[in-house]
């Protein structure tokens, strides 16, 4: 039989430097079937021309506006899909990727036949520093962790069943997605794989590790607004995923025993060092208070159905701004 079609899907927002690159070492994979397609998510540059003129032949879908992560992907599943894709890769525009990636996910793949979703060995870029293989919940500090974050690289990492794989390299087979629908849109940034992947297990699939397909990845490259940005998503999405995959029981000890101390733990910081910045004006401080104020403003917007992009001025004005 020949090989499964895989299709992979690329999001880009204002970075075509970054997308240029990904899609230049797609371009020396080795797998033999495959397409790719790239959703443009409302780029305010010239990203659309830029990569049109380096890849003619590759389609793009362009968006209206920034519709974020789950959004922005989604479409390019709708499309995959359309174009027969027995698998759809999420792949984030800030990687590069090994040629034989494709060949060690399917492999993978065929090994744990039950496997709705796959991720791939994630290093850190231009580095053999793992950054994510494999996440997995800590129900004592109400958040995930990848257990090899940090290690360095090595040939001998074993194939994991995970609570989820991160969505800078994601492998979904249709039948899922068939199953369990498209990412939640909702999450806009942070915590969306990890909700489809839950979905993904209580709709009778798996989610493994793929140690032996390797990408590289620049890493949060889209949080133009520096940690507050990434505050603000986080506390959002954060509560959102629980409030999605956790019991009554599981939510309840969470607000009592983590949620509502760390909330008012950063409402009180954000307080005592607004004060205190009024004699002492350090730029450092400035951060401070605008990533606690970032975080309380999360939890504000997620318990009032805020959804969408964030605040305005969480996000600090620049030329170059990334998919994720």
């Avoid at 240029?20 to 797609?26: A, D």
């Avoid at 033999?32 to 830029?50: E, H």
């Avoid at 499309?79 to 090994?98: C, Q, Y």
């Avoid at 995923?241 to 950063?266: G, H």
């Amino acid at each position: 039989m020949p090989p499964a079609k895989i299709m992979i899907v690329v999001l880009n927002w204002n970075g075509y430097t970054d997308t240029l690159e990904c899609l230049h070492s797609l371009d020396k994979i080795s797998y033999p079937n495959y397409g790719i397609v790239v959703v443009d998510n409302g780029s305010s540059n010239d990203s659309v021309q830029k990569i049109r003129e380096a890849f003619p032949k590759i389609p793009i879908l362009e968006m209206d506006q920034n519709h974020g992560f789950a959004g922005g992907n989604n479409p390019g599943i709708e499309w995959a899909l359309d174009h027969h894709a027995e698998w759809v890769l999420l792949l984030n525009n800030d990687t590069v990727v090994a040629p034989d990636f494709l060949e060690h996910l399917m492999a993978a793949a065929k090994e744990k036949p039950l496997a709705g979703v796959l991720g791939g060995k994630i290093l850190r870029y231009q580095t053999d520093v793992i950054d994510h293989l494999g996440g997995y919940w800590d129900e004592k500090k109400g958040e995930f962790f990848s257990a090899h974050t940090g290690s360095q690289d090595h040939p001998y990492f074993e194939m994991e069943a995970a609570d989820y794989v991160c969505g800078a390299c994601m492998l979904i087979r249709k039948e899922c997605l068939e199953r369990v629908g498209f990412l939640e849109p909702r999450f806009f940034l942070f915590w969306e794989e990890t909700d489809f992947c839950y979905r993904a297990q209580r709709a009778g699939w798996e989610v493994w590790t793929a140690p032996k397909a390797k990408i590289w990845h620049k890493v949060s490259s889209s949080f133009i607004g520096g940690k507050p940005h990434m505050h603000y998503f986080w506390w959002r999405s954060r509560l959102l995923w629980m409030a999605r995959n956790c019991s009554i029981e599981e939510k309840r000890a969470l607000y009592r025993q983590i949620i509502v101390p760390q909330a008012i733990k950063m409402a009180r910081y954000f307080l005592i060092k607004s004060i205190l910045f009024v004699f002492d004006r350090q730029e450092k401080k400035r951060e401070e208070i605008r990533r606690y104020r970032a975080g309380c403003r999360g939890i504000f917007d997620y318990w009032r159905g805020s959804f969408g992009n964030c605040p305005h001025w969480l996000v600090k004005e620049t030329s170059h701004n990334h998919s994720r």
